[in-house]
């Protein structure tokens, strides 16, 4: 008796309706550009490509949940890149031993993690408290994280690194790319924190409830510190991967990277005010972008062009999402007067 409920219940959930949506898009591709779509060498790149902003929209899919945002994700990301770059082109050269250069590039990953820390740290605390709206607060401060990275840099690419660091965004472990690897591991664990920890617990509690979480003596100040520093260190760990795969930082990096990541948290079923969001939504919705966007390039269609779509694409899903179709037949079942 219970299986089909299940079953019934899965059918009417967000995710089914984006397996349902990523299987259409990929058979739509594969179809219009088989033998370039469907061949190895673009999968693998696929694979290579989608990572980068994919951790951006596990960063954005967190603070979400609490009814919050976090725009400042590109500018985190790159000011950790640069960061971790100046520390590389200082005392890591290209010449170097192996050892000490995966030593010099780990402490560049570890100051690199600790700017994300300390840049999430910020952002909660403007929103915890002073009060600031989330939207505002992340989108001043990604302007200033952008600013110092500029302002570190002149503008121009930090370069010059070893050959280790070149592993992270293009090489293979096992037969699976590396950037694959953390992609998965980053959204597995951010699973288990949503759906399996007492913070989970809370951060679902005061997005669907501030007042109830209120009552319910969560220390909300502290809870948003925590999310905005996590959101800051998956920004740090994207930011290490764009360098990598381009073997170069840029204050610049990534500038669409911000609308994609929005818009896969909420194409992924995520709240945008609170309360709700399953990562493996966010999963979903990333590869039907990869394969909507992998399928753009092979048309032809313009960078230009593709914003066009995906801004298109977050309006009409965000409706959907607020208004529902739901509210569309309780509307139209709604008694009329008679006359």
């Known amino acids: ?52 902003f994919a951790i951006l929209a596990l960063a954005m899919t967190i603070t979400m949940m609490t009814g ?8 985190v990301s790159n000011l950790s890149a640069v960061i971790a ?39 909660g605390s403007l929103i915890a408290f002073f009060g600031l709206p989330p ?8 302007l200033v994280f952008t600013g110092f990275a500029i302002a570190m840099t002149g503008g121009s690419a930090v370069m010059g690194f070893p050959e280790a660091v070149a592993w992270l965004g293009n090489e293979r472990l096992l037969g699976i790319p590396v950037p694959l690897i953390v992609f998965a ?41 925590k999310v905005y520093v996590i959101a800051g260190m998956f920004a740090s760990i994207a930011g290490l991967v764009i360098m990598s795969r381009a073997n170069s930082a840029k204050a610049d990096y990534g500038s669409s990277y911000l609308l994609l990541a929005v818009l896969i948290a909420v194409l992924g079923g995520v709240n945008p005010y609170g309360g709700y969001g399953r ?30 779509i995906w801004g298109v694409l977050l309006i009409f899903v965000m409706v959907i999402n607020t208004n529902g179709l739901t509210g569309f037949r309780s509307a139209l079942s709604k008694p009329t007067k008679s006359s």
């Open 185 to 225: 591991l980053l959204a597995f664990g951010l699973h288990l924190l949503l759906t399996r920890t007492a913070f989970g617990l809370r951060v679902t509690m005061f997005g669907a409830n501030p007042l109830a979480a209120l009552y319910a003596a969560v220390d909300i100040n502290r809870m948003l510190l």
């Open 279 to 308: 990562v493996v939504g966010v999963v979903l919705a990333v590869l039907s972008m990869q394969f909507l966007s992998s399928g753009l390039n092979m048309l032809q269609v313009s960078n230009f062009a593709r914003e066009l």
């Open 85 to 123: 770059a100046i520390i590389l082109t200082h005392f890591a050269t290209p010449e170097m031993a192996a050892g000490q250069s995966a030593m010099w590039l780990g402490l560049a990953a570890a100051a690199a993690l600790c700017i994300g820390a300390i840049a999430g740290l910020i952002n």
């Open 1 to 52: 008796m219970t299986t089909p409920n299940k079953t019934k219940d899965f059918t009417k959930a967000p995710e089914f309706r984006l397996l349902i949506i990523a299987v259409a898009v990929f058979a739509f591709m594969a179809v219009l550009s088989p033998d370039r779509f469907l061949s190895p060498q673009n999968l693998t790149s696929m694979a290579f490509q989608f990572p980068e």
């Open 68 to 75: 919050g945002i976090d725009l400042s994700v590109v500018g």
């Open 135 to 142: 939207i505002l607060a992340t989108l001043g401060s990604g």
